[in-house]
C-alpha cells in the first residue's frame, strides 16, 4: 500500500519551455500533497503544499507563477514548471499524505534537466 | 522555520561495525520520521516514531525517539553493504501555511558507504 508514482520520471528541455510533472497516489486518496525539490549531494527542500480544491501553499523564496500546482483530484496533483532556466535543473519530488497522519509518503522523483 | 541537525554528514565504516545516526532540534516535534533514499529515487519510508522516549527496530535498524520529542536517532548493528544509501530524518510539525496538514522538516542526511 501507499503507493505513489511520479511522470515523468526525467526530461530534458531547452531553456524557455515549461515541463509539467505529475504526481498520483496509486492506492489511497490524498487530500494533501507535498512537492520538494532536491540539489545533489543536499536534503529536501519543501516547495509548497497543495490542498485538493484549493490553492497551493508556497514556501518562502519560491515563485508561485514560475512553479504553478494543480491539486484537481485526491489522486492527482502536478507541477508545471513554467519558462525552464537551466537553474531550475533539479530532482523534483513529491509526497502524499493519506488520512491524518504525519507520514508522506514520496514518489521516484523527476530529474528535470535544462539546457 | 524548525531546524533538524543530521550527523554525522558523511560515514564510511567497515562491514559488521555499528554505527548511529543523530538527529537534533530545538524545537519539539508530533512524529519524527526516518527515510532511506537511493541515488536517483524518491525517499523510502523506514519508520515513524511518534511517543517520546519510543524505540522501534527493523531488523538490524534502531529507532529512539528523545523524551522530549526534539530529537531522534538511529543505530544500525552489524552493517552490510546493503545498508549503504542516504539517510533521512524528518521531523513533522504544524505550520499555519499547511492548514491542518503537518509539514516535514527533513535533516541534511547522512551519506552511509559500508565497505566489504
Known amino acids: 500500500g501507499a503507493v505513489v508514482s511520479q511522470h515523468p520520471s526525467w526530461v530534458i528541455c531547452k531553456s524557455g519551455t515549461s515541463v509539467k510533472i505529475e504526481c498520483r497516489s496509486l492506492?489511497?486518496?490524498?487530500?494533501?500533497m507535498f512537492w520538494y525539490r532536491q540539489f545533489p549531494k543536499q536534503s529536501l527542500m519543501l516547495m509548497a503544499t497543495?490542498?485538493?480544491?484549493?490553492?497551493?501553499?508556497?514556501e518562502q523564496g519560491v515563485e508561485k507563477d514560475k512553479f504553478l500546482i494543480n491539486h484537481a483530484s485526491l489522486t492527482l496533483s502536478t507541477l508545471t514548471v513554467t519558462s525552464a532556466h537551466p537553474e531550475d535543473s533539479s530532482f523534483y519530488i513529491c509526497?502524499?499524505?493519506?488520512?491524518?497522519?504525519?507520514?508522506?509518503?514520496f514518489g521516484p522523483g523527476t530529474r528535470l534537466t535544462v539546457l | 522555520t524548525q531546524l533538524l541537525e543530521q550527523s554525522p554528514q558523511f560515514l564510511s565504516i567497515q562491514e559488521g561495525e555499528n554505527l548511529t545516526v543523530y538527529c537534533n532540534s530545538s524545537?519539539?516535534?508530533?512524529?519524527l520520521q526516518w527515510y532511506r533514499q537511493e541515488p536517483g529515487e524518491g525517499p523510502v519510508l523506514l519508520v515513524t516514531?511518534?511517543?517520546?522516549?519510543e524505540v522501534k527496530k527493523l531488523k538490524r535498524l534502531t529507532f529512539q525517539f528523545g523524551d522530549a520529542r526534539k530529537d531522534s536517532s538511529l543505530h544500525i548493528t552489524a552493517a552490510q553493504t546493503g545498508d549503504t544509501g542516504l539517510y533521512l530524518c524528518?521531523?513533522?510539525?504544524?505550520?499555519?501555511?499547511?492548514?491542518?496538514?503537518?509539514?516535514?522538516?527533513f535533516g541534511s542526511g547522512t551519506q552511509l558507504t559500508v565497505l566489504p
Open positions: 524545537s519539539v516535534f508530533s512524529s
Open positions: 497543495s490542498n485538493e480544491g484549493s490553492k497551493a501553499t508556497y
Open positions: 509526497s502524499c499524505l493519506p488520512g491524518s497522519t504525519d507520514t508522506q509518503y
Open positions: 516514531v511518534v511517543t517520546g522516549g
Open positions: 492506492d489511497f486518496q490524498a487530500t494533501t
Open positions: 524528518a521531523g513533522a510539525y504544524l505550520s499555519i501555511s499547511s492548514g491542518s496538514a503537518r509539514q516535514l522538516t
